[in-house]
C-alpha cells in the first residue's frame, strides 16, 4: 500500500502565497518523479508542476516565477510554494507520485485525494 498525503490548502487573498506538502508513505521502493496537478470547475486536470529523482523540474507557463517545487527525498515529501497567487489559481491540487514499490519492478501512477486552494478577496 501507498499512500500521498497532501496539506497546506486554504483561502488566500490575491498576491497572497501558500504552501502544499505532500507526503508518500508506505512500501516505497524509489520514487522517480513528484509533482502537483489541479483541476478548475469544469476543466481538464492540468500538471502544475513536477519535479524529477535528478532535481529537474518543469512547470505551467502559468505558474512560472510564482510557484516553486521542491523535494525532500529522505521524508518522501514534495513541496509547492506559491507566490503572487492569482483567483485563477483557484482549484483542488492534487499530488502526483511515479514511484516503484518494495519487491516490485515496474513503476505505477500514484494521487493523493486532492486538497482545495481558493484565491479571492
Known amino acids: 500500500q501507498v499512500q500521498l498525503m497532501e496539506s497546506g490548502g486554504g483561502l488566500v487573498q490575491p498576491g497572497g502565497s501558500l504552501r502544499l506538502s505532500c507526503a508518500a508513505s508506505?512500501?516505497?521502493?524509489?520514487?522517480?518523479?513528484m509533482g502537483w496537478y489541479r483541476q478548475a470547475p469544469g476543466k481538464e486536470r492540468e500538471l502544475v508542476a513536477r519535479?524529477?529523482?535528478?532535481?529537474?523540474?518543469n512547470y505551467a507557463d502559468s505558474v512560472k516565477g510564482r510557484f516553486t517545487i521542491s523535494r525532500d527525498n529522505a521524508k518522501n515529501t514534495v513541496y509547492l510554494q506559491m507566490n503572487s497567487l492569482r483567483p485563477e489559481d483557484t482549484a483542488v491540487y492534487y499530488c502526483?507520485?511515479?514511484?516503484?514499490?518494495?519487491?516490485?519492478?515496474?513503476?505505477?501512477?500514484?494521487w493523493g485525494r486532492g486538497t482545495q486552494v481558493t484565491v479571492s478577496s
Open positions: 502526483n507520485a511515479v514511484l516503484r514499490r518494495i519487491m516490485i519492478s515496474w513503476f505505477d501512477n500514484y
Open positions: 508506505g512500501s516505497i521502493g524509489s520514487i522517480n518523479a
Open positions: 519535479i524529477m529523482s535528478d532535481n529537474s523540474t
